[in-house]
Structures are given as structure tokens and as C-alpha cells.
């Protein structure tokens, strides 16, 4: 799972992709927030791609995000601030009880997901896909050169 969040201006949103073990495509979804931080963006973007897997009966799951200051939270490398200290301490819970692996990713290895959030500031309602044909065009277009 790849997950990211965008904020520009007070919109706030996250997008992500859920993929199997070889790589192909599973779900993805754009999650528009409102108004709020970066950091809650991106907490609030992991964590809903990382409850639909779980809520989906995937196992083995690696999650990524280009967010050091999330991923260092999750790990409990750096204290959580305040304004994000509830979806830490959900994805936390989540990590541990479904032994989900945690890592960071660099940006350029997060496009999909970057692509994904920035269309959630298009968008006011939560958009899942779970079939490859019903992605937008540029969506498909990263997914298979990535």
C-alpha cells in the first residue's frame, strides 16, 4: 500500500493504490479532507488505505508513505504531535495487532499516489476503485510505467 497527502491552499486530501505481491493492481482511492495540515493529510490518507486492507482481509501488508514524520511517528522515533496524535495512535494499534510492515518511500517512487491525492482537491466525495478499467486515464498510465 502507497499512500500520500496533498494540501493546497485550506484543501487538504490523500489518495493511495493497494497492489498484491507482484505488483498488480488491487484498489486505489481519493479521499478529500478539507481544510487542514499536510501532516494530518497524510496520516489520515495511511490510515484509510491501511483499515481497507485490513477491513478487506489482506495479510502481509507493507505500507509506504513519502512522509518521514509519519513514518518515524509510527515507529515511535519521534513524539507525535498534538493535531495527529489520534490517527498515529489508530495506525499504531492497526500495525501491531495485523503485523502490518512499515516503511518510507521516496516521493519518485510515490507517484501514483501523489497523482491520487492531488485529485482529491477536485473532488468532495470519497472515490474508491477496485477495477483497473474504471481508474482515470493518468492513473493507469502511472500504475503500468511504475
Not at 482511492?29 to 482481509?57: H, M, R, Y
Not at 517512487?109 to 474504471?134: E, P
Request: charged share 25%; aromatic share 6%; proline share 2%.
Amino acid at each position: 500500500m502507497n499512500s500520500d497527502g496533498s494540501c493546497v491552499g485550506n484543501s487538504c486530501g490523500g489518495g493511495g493504490v493497494i497492489r498484491d505481491s507482484l505488483g498488480r493492481f488491487i484498489m486505489a482511492f481519493i479521499l478529500p479532507l478539507g481544510q487542514g495540515t499536510s501532516n494530518l493529510a497524510e496520516a489520515s490518507s495511511f490510515l484509510f488505505g491501511l483499515k481497507w486492507c485490513v477491513d478487506n482481509g489482506h495479510t502481509f501488508i507493507l505500507g509506504e508513505t513519502d512522509s518521514l514524520l509519519l513514518q518515524n511517528c509510527i515507529n515511535d522515533s519521534w513524539k507525535v504531535p498534538r493535531r495527529k496524535h489520534e490517527e498515529v495512535q489508530e495506525i499504531k494499534k492497526l500495525v501491531i495487532d495485523h503485523e502490518v510492515i512499515t516503511r518510507h518511500c521516496f516521493r519518485e517512487a510515490n507517484k501514483v499516489a501523489d497523482k491520487l491525492a492531488s485529485m482529491s482537491h477536485n473532488t468532495d466525495a470519497i472515490k474508491v476503485y477496485t477495477q483497473y478499467r474504471d481508474l482515470p486515464t493518468t492513473i493507469r498510465g502511472l500504475l503500468t510505467t511504475d
